[in-house]
């Protein structure tokens, strides 16, 4: 039923890529953009392509366009205004939905992602550096001779050492908690719950409600696609080290604070089956370490605090219609590590990342704006997302404790947001259409 | 120990009930059209209409269609029964009081809806939209005039038919200002299981 080889692949598989390049691009013409779209065409995969060859290949690339992207390509007005609201506004027109405010605000980003002459993004992902660097090349060449298509910025990503597992600058291991797909080859880990409707995450298949959103026309353009929020969190590692050592005298309370903040130790095993000692096996045990709920197993937060990042981001048995919530993440960390126990060299490092769903404003904007940065979150009043919330310093964060808990006060910023775009992520039928918007 | 006590013991929290703003009543004035102008916090949906001593409430007045006024007090019926079987299905929208009337004017029959709330309209539609077929309220908002058809799977349409049809008001009080349900239900469970005290003010 799910049509692979129409589906671009970054939605449903993940590449073994240790490095790839985001490049932002903005469109002069439309018979420049469809141009450049023409060339990269034959370089894009579908899902079905991946999955047959991802062994092989050591380059992936995904396409995806604002809405004043498609504009730019020559997207009548008619079908431009079947597109959902908030996407059609931009993510920086959002920023007081999103709490994109202070030091977070799109007037602060970088690369021109606040601009509305961003148009496209080009995602490489590649299996190593000379791989991406081939490509690079390749593409800066193709990229001089398009006339009409200018690059707004572009972002290197990195892996970060060691290679195993995916984290992010700050230690955390990432990628434990993810939705299944119904009609996919995977299997949800114990404790991820059933696989989900395929609506929730590509328009044209029903989703969790039974029914699938009206697809934005023409049909050709918008089945098998999907939206994409990118957002880019700068990671103030040298901050985020000296807060742990603030706040724990040992390198087990150190740890400890750090698991409190997230919700899992950072290697990934939950506080709800560890409340009080890191355990790296059940860190590493994809079959344990997503098997256990809030509601039953936690209720009060003494083994994750309320307001912790993980139980704000996927609230589990304590909220409603959590089906219609969830997101599918993509992405990587860039620049370089910060070294143990170095000094912060203010070096810009930190995460480059897709929420991937059928919905913007009812599964990211409601994660964004619900969980992450709502002061009434469980009630907790001065709080929020301790490491992706809009953090000016005078917030707090509560570790229930027996018999009295413990609150941090004057959290400080640990990521600022430094950009992100609302992007449609087409089908592959519909990348052909665009790029031959001239001739229909 | 005095409430007041354990309250200063628990340290720095913020939350209005420990700022004390519940323990004066308080009355508050709203500008026509329903907002104070440089104050609007915007939703997902639109704007917010501002929090007031009674927290959050609209009133929805709109007419009823023929044979409307059958349908509202059989599925008043539904209502309740939905909610003696399960006692927190309305919980997601975090409600403190629903009154629902029928009147006249000029011999037509027109629906009210009063909701006080302690969340924006805005924040849990969704929600919402997908718990009133599970309750049977849906069956009441159909019998209003202009309710739109596709309202299942198009929130924003439910959500224009709200806001187009929404009375915002131009006072509100409460007695105990701000303080939310899940509050005043803590605070209760507080005062009949003293024992287990310190676990719920976690």
Redesign the interface.
Known sequence: MLEFDDIQHILLTRTPALTGRYEFLSFRSASGGRAWLNGVLKTIQSAADVLASVDEDKRWVTVAFTWNGLKALGVDETSLATFP??FKQGMPARA??LGDTGANHPDNWVGGLASPDLHAIAILFARDEGERERCNTEHQRFLADCEGVEVLSSLDLLAIPPFDTAHDHFGYRDRLSQPVIEGTHDVPTPGSGPPLKPGEFILGYPDE?G?S??LPQPEILSRNGSYMAYRRLQEHVGKFRDFLRQHGDTPEEQELVAAKLMGRWRSGAPLVLAPDKEDPALGADMQRNNNFNYKEMDP???AVPLGSHMRRMNPRDTA??IN?RRMIRRGATYGLPLPKDAPDDGADRGIAAFIICASL??QF??AQ??WTN?R?FH????ERDPIIGAHDGTL?F?I??????K?I?GLPAFTTVRGGAYFFLPGIKALRYLATLDVH | MSFALILK????????MQQGAWTKPAAMAIPKGGFFKDKV?????GPIFPKTPACYGFSIIAKLIPGGEEACYKHAKTIEEAVAKDPNCL??LKLHYLRWQIFQINGESYFQYQGIF??DFD??T??AV??FSATGIDTVFENLEGFPKDW?????GFIKFVRDHHCPSFLEYGEYPYV?A??IKKALKLKAAFSNM??QM?
């Open positions: 609201e908030e007081d939905i409600s029914r959103i009206d009060h937060g003494y409603a219609n219609r404003i009812r904007e409601f704006n619900v709502d009434n009630e907790l009043g001065n707090e509560k229930p404790k027996r018999p009295i808990r609150t006060t | 013991m628990k340290g720095a929290a913020m939350s209005e916090e915007q939703g997902r949906y919980a997601v302690d969340t924040k849990y969704e929600d997908a718990l299942k799977t198009r929130p924003e939310s899940d509050e310190l676990d976690q």
